[in-house]
């Protein structure tokens, strides 16, 4: 994908540490962070069930929307962003070895049950 694809990002707002990153990777971005829509979860729900994806899951994992429609989630949604930024681009592809990958995504889920269970918003 190229860099100056439009991707639609849903993202849950209502995490502090989500809306920081959002923040952070905007200036990253600089005029790439205009080819994203970021999208609150909580907002979106029907548009998400109307794609087939249920906002628990999107809640659980970050979910982007490329502009062919496609859905591309967890660890491979963050490694998308990260490739388009430059600097970031060898983290995306050091994220997505075989060996570094499901180790992520492992500690990835746990911390954001951990979160949502704080929060009161885990659905099981």
């Known amino acids: 994908m190229s860099s100056t694809s439009f991707i639609n990002v849903f993202y849950d707002a209502q995490c502090p540490l989500c809306r920081k990153e959002r923040r952070r990777y905007e200036r990253w971005a600089g005029k790439n962070a205009d080819d994203i829509a970021w999208l609150d979860v909580t907002e979106h729900q029907q548009a998400l069930r109307a794609k087939g994806i249920e906002p628990s899951a999107a809640l659980r ?15 491979d949604a963050y490694r998308l962003l ?11 592809w050091l994220i997505g070895l075989p060996g570094i990958k499901p180790g992520l995504r492992a500690l990835y889920d746990r911390w954001v049950k951990r979160r949502l ?8």
């Open 61 to 75: 994992s970050l979910h982007i929307e490329t502009g062919e429609g496609q859905f591309i989630e967890g660890i």
């Open 82 to 92: 990260m490739s388009r930024i430059l600097v970031l681009a060898p983290v995306a």
């Open 117 to 124: 269970k704080k929060q009161g918003r885990w659905t099981s």
